[in-house]
């Protein structure tokens, strides 16, 4: 049998190598410790991804700013004193050794939550403009960014680079999507300034751009450096497809080695395939029917940014037969192919794929609802039922990853419910502890 193109090895634009076309995509993880470091947990459980066969993992929200977190769990790098290692240094050692001993890559995810930090982690989140996310309550009224804050937290981002390369991760990837602070900025629905930070795309593209630029010339031009970008907010009103190229153009400038294609926000969450509010949604460009058939959610719009876009291209969300991870690979369509849920609870499925072992992922989302159809089901005309299905399904596949850090197996029999429990109480006690942490350092 002819090799599958899955087990090609891939050239970055930086010289580096990924030794196959099958990526852990990032999903956070919550196991920072009460300070914000990283673990044993995250040794365990990117020990067992990197045994698990991916030519590349992708890590969670690793966050640039302590105050303002996307959960209470996530690993947290403030900036380095003057003299010395930050705190936490030799955790995160630990944990770049343990992801990268089956010769894989391991990428830290860099982000900044903005508006999307959750009451419980702060009552006063960051973003462009003081414009609210709307979701049951559980986010408070942002205040808006000061110039110097920006190109702070701009020398932030590249600060976390350097900081993952010194530590032993393999490459960087900096989220520019799904709402958190750099893809508000992108949006005129949330960035609602009137400096050089806002109005035009232009303006609202320099925080990313900045970042980009900051951080290749933190790490070097031989070190990874990806970016994570919305196709679509998939929000009427705000950042488009359209606009999505444009930046693309803007990123080829800054020499990036590999751009992921996602889509949507908190309020529209399509990188969960779902649709939020029917008042702001929007579905973007029309896609081919034969897409709206097939597996991959943003295919259709990565083939519109591979049209301008000058380095590889990772897409992630949906995909599940090996056929048609394939054939998207083959076909040019996407050079990596992302896998986030099936490895929380099948750790060893880009090895079971690329070996032919299996010919489709696992599938558990199509059962972790409150009800398959009807009221109660994720098309419920109630946003608050639509809400609990998805963070449901999003608290489902936490306890997995828990499961898998804690060195057990995966528990598929897990109720929703239960799940949903479990979430709310891990994620207000750490919250406790992590705030009783941050006052005895003060």
Not at 11 to 31: F, I, W
Not at 135 to 147: F, I, S
């Amino acid at each position: 049998m002819p090799e599958s193109p899955l087990a090609q090895p891939l050239t970055l634009p930086c010289g580096a190598v990924l030794p196959n076309r099958l990526a852990k995509a990032a999903m956070t993880e919550g196991l920072a410790d009460d300070r914000l470091h990283a673990t044993h947990r995250h040794e365990t459980l990117y020990g067992r991804w990197s045994d698990g066969g991916a030519g590349l993992l992708i890590t969670g929200n690793v966050m640039i700013d302590h105050r303002v977190l996307e959960r209470p769990g996530n690993v947290a790098i403030d900036p380095a004193p003057a003299e010395g290692e930050p705190e936490g240094m030799a955790q995160l050692r630990a944990w770049a050794k343990a992801g990268t001993r089956n010769g894989n890559h391991l990428w830290m995810q860099i982000s900044h939550a903005g508006r999307q930090s959750p009451r419980y982690v702060t009552t006063r989140p960051m973003g462009p403009s003081e414009v609210q996310l709307s979701l049951m309550g559980n986010y408070a009224r942002p205040r808006a960014l000061t110039e110097p804050e920006i190109l702070d937290f701009i020398q932030r981002f590249a600060n976390v680079a350097r900081i993952a390369k010194e530590a032993g991760f393999t490459g960087v990837q900096v989220h520019g999507a799904h709402g958190y602070l750099l893809s508000s900025f992108l949006s005129p629905v949330t960035n609602q300034r009137t400096d050089r930070w806002g109005g035009s795309l232009e303006n609202r593209a320099r925080f990313l751009l900045e970042v980009v630029r900051a951080t290749r010339a933190a790490v070097g031009p031989e070190f990874p450096v990806a970016v994570k970008l919305n196709s679509d907010d998939f929000r009427k009103g705000g950042f488009t497809l359209d606009e999505s190229v444009s930046v693309v153009r803007w990123l080829n400038e800054e020499g990036i080695d590999l751009l992921e294609v996602s889509g949507g926000t908190y309020e529209q969450p399509r990188l969960l395939g779902y649709s939020g509010d029917a008042d702001t949604a929007t579905d973007g460009p029309a896609m081919r029917e034969s897409t709206r058939k097939r597996e991959a959610y943003f295919l259709d719009y990565a083939q519109t940014i591979r049209e301008v876009c000058d380095c590889p291209l990772m897409v992630t969300g949906g995909f599940r037969t090996r056929a048609f991870m394939e054939e998207a690979v083959a076909n040019g369509e996407t050079d990596v192919v992302g896998l986030g849920r099936p490895l929380c609870t099948d750790p060893d499925t880009p090895r079971d794929l690329l070996e032919g072992r299996i010919d489709k992922t696992v599938c558990h989302e199509d059962h972790i609802k409150l009800a398959q159809r009807g009221f109660f089901s994720p098309a419920s005309p109630l946003m608050p039922i639509k809400v609990i299905n998805v963070l449901g399904g999003q608290a489902w596949y936490y306890q997995q990853i828990f499961r898998l850090a804690d060195g057990e197996e995966a528990d598929p029999d897990l109720g929703i419910l239960k799940a949903v429990g479990a979430y709310v109480k891990d994620e207000l006690s750490r919250a406790r502890r992590v705030k009783k942490a941050r006052s005895s350092a003060r």
